[in-house]
């Protein structure tokens, strides 16, 4: 993420910050590697303060492609995968410079790297293009993880909002997708309570508890 409390929020995209980015992203492999985690979200980071988005829009994607490239290399040997993630700029971050999957897409096309996919998380991209069927379906072959919170409030799957979660999921066991999908919410009140969205959800589904088929046992 870069030097937070100067304000910044990843580094893959911002000039004049790739040393600081190559030493995060060592260190981000050592952590990965030593917990077995094969996934790492490189943080492409905000416009800097006093600068307009549409005016160093180029720099920023020249120095994201760069960076991303290095990334894949040093990941391949790794055996580990690279995410983008678009955060939106409506709500949560107005100067973070990754913020559609459109514009992931496109980047992901430049660098030309298979171990560099997209981090779909559907709370941003319900903020800012909606359309989450489709966008699931055009950009499944990038995709290598999913987020998940209700909008607007960003809390639990099943609390009051515009997102219809159960459709969602058949969606994406019908498009086969096998990864995981990471709650990336803020829990209304307790962590355990709150997760009894999930339980319900199995057991409509006709699972047990751990997803797996009463049936089968």
């Given at each position: ?111 030309g790297r298979p171990n560099l996919k997209l981090q779909l ?16 379906e055009t950009y499944f072959p990038l995709i290598g993880h ?72």
């Open positions: 993420p870069g030097d937070q409390e100067a304000g910044e929020l990843g580094l893959a995209a911002v000039p004049g910050r790739q040393a600081a980015f190559r030493q995060g992203l060592a260190a981000a492999v050592q952590y990965a590697r030593t917990v077995g985690c094969p996934r790492i979200h490189l943080m492409a980071g905000r416009v800097p303060l006093g600068t307009d988005r549409a005016a160093v829009a180029g720099e920023m994607e020249t120095t994201f492609i760069e960076n991303l490239r290095y990334a894949a290399d040093l990941l391949a040997q790794e055996d580990m995968i690279g995410l983008l993630e678009p955060i939106n700029s409506r709500i949560t971050d107005p100067r973070y410079y990754l913020n559609t999957p459109q514009q992931a897409a496109a980047i992901l096309e430049k660098v998380d559907l709370f941003h991209c319900q903020i800012m293009d909606g359309n989450l069927s489709r966008n699931l999913i987020q998940i919170a209700q909008v607007p409030g960003r809390h639990e799957p099943n609390s009051p909002g515009e997102v219809n979660f159960p459709y969602i999921f058949e969606l994406l066991e019908s498009l086969g997708y096998t990864g995981y999908v990471g709650c990336e919410y803020a829990p209304k009140g307790d962590t355990l309570e709150g997760l009894g969205w999930l339980r319900s959800y199995w057991d409509s589904r006709g699972l047990q508890h751990g997803g797996t088929s009463k049936a089968a046992k």
